[in-house]
């Protein structure tokens, strides 16, 4: 079984942005998850919030098709009514960063990959940037 990496949004949006210096190491991480040596965990809300922040700078046929590709190679969390819950009774100071922390946690993540770690001071699981989670290979 292959390790389970959680998404963060600006993980996301450094690689489908192809924002430097970010780019690199999620871009090698995202071809692990299309050789399905790694399986790639994101939260729908990521691809709105991608989506948004794309066609500011791209036109939103070409934000669409580089979420769609990116959809094949990544596996979509379930955002239901326990995770808002969860989210709403949490102590995370950020919502947004509660409802991606507890939905990493309710698909079996084994790692959040971020740029923001101090949004997850609190979680119980590992959180590494794209660099430090290819260093730690």
């Given at each position: 079984m292959s390790k389970r990496l959680f998404i963060d949004t600006n993980v996301m949006l450094d690689f489908l942005g192809e924002r430097?210096?970010?780019?690199?190491?999620?871009a090698k991480i995202a071809t692990l998850g299309e050789k399905e040596k790694l399986t790639l965990v994101v939260s729908p809300i990521s691809f709105a919030t991608v989506n948004y922040f794309i066609s500011k700078f791209e036109n939103s046929k070409t934000a669409r098709e580089k979420l769609r590709k990116f959809k094949i190679i990544s596996e979509i969390c379930s955002l239901n009514e326990q995770t808002i819950e969860k989210g709403?009774?949490?102590?995370?100071?950020?919502?947004?960063?509660?409802?991606?922390?507890?939905?990493?946690?309710?698909s079996d993540c084994e790692i959040i990959l971020t740029r923001n770690g101090k949004d997850f001071k609190k979680s119980l699981i590992p959180i590494m940037t794209p660099d430090e989670f290819l260093k730690s290979l």
């Open positions: 430097k210096p970010f780019y690199e190491s999620i709403l009774n949490s102590s995370f100071k950020d919502f947004e960063d509660a409802l991606q922390y507890f939905s990493a946690t309710e």
